[in-house]
């Protein structure tokens, strides 16, 4: 086995920004997820999952074992503006259907959301980027503040911590967030994964069919991409 080199060239990753943020809003009677529209000024996702704690048990005047409680995914959300469709996650409704008016402490509708960081390296600012896609999560509700415009004026950032409950995951524990590596997946893989997930436009000329963009869970993204080289 050959010695272990360090700082080798174009072995120095980062990973950077967030874009191309996509809501994808669950339909509470049938259980799916309705088709995603476009999170336009998302800022940044912050991860932040708790639990995993370790009790130890002893016996015998000696640690006898360590016992690991589930972990709890959660994390942040901030932009500064949110989709229409955003409205019932964040307990807005409106008001005798009418267009316009709104009124809040409404049931908030779970959602699912993925969006796009940037991969690099030392000789490529531009090598990849990952995909990640988040189930199940329910807002909770944020603090707003608004300030009188003056010499310095700023946009006001929205922002949601969110949690989630797990989806089930053949062979594996449940789980509320998957990761695709655009540099470890195939190109073919990533355009069909991405096609589902961001929907294509329809083109009659090249005989394409449009669909819409589709939120799919752990199991089904195997099943997708199962005969895709």
Not at 86 to 100: T, V
Not at 181 to 199: R, Y
Request: hydrophobic residues 35%.
């Amino acid at each position: 086995m050959p010695k272990i080199k360090w700082d080798e060239t174009g072995k120095h990753f980062y990973e950077t920004g967030i874009s191309k943020g996509v809501l994808y809003t669950l339909d509470p009677v049938n259980n799916i997820y309705n088709k995603g529209v476009a999170w336009n000024g998302l800022t940044s996702v912050s991860e932040s999952p708790e639990g995993a704690d370790v009790s130890a048990i002893y016996a015998d005047n000696i640690k006898y074992l360590n016992l690991i409680s589930a972990e709890d995914y959660k994390g942040t959300i901030e932009a500064y503006t949110y989709p229409d469709e955003f409205a019932e996650c964040d307990g807005s409704a409106s008001l005798a259907n009418i267009e316009g008016i709104m009124i809040g402490q409404q049931t908030r509708k779970k959602f699912g959301f993925c969006y796009t960081t940037k991969i690099g390296n030392d000789i490529n600012d531009d090598l990849g980027y990952k995909i990640h896609i988040v189930y199940n999560c329910l807002a909770s509700p944020s603090e707003r503040s608004y300030e009188t415009i003056n010499d310095s004026p700023e946009a006001i950032t929205f922002s949601w911590e969110f949690s989630t409950t797990p989806v089930n995951v053949e062979g594996h524990k449940p789980t509320a967030i998957v990761t695709i590596d655009s540099t470890k997946l195939s190109a073919a893989k990533l355009k069909k994964l991405e096609d589902t997930l961001f929907g294509v436009d329809a083109d009659p000329t090249q005989s394409i069919e449009g669909s819409d963009p589709q939120l799919l869970l752990p199991d089904e993204i195997v099943e997708l991409l199962a005969n895709v080289q």
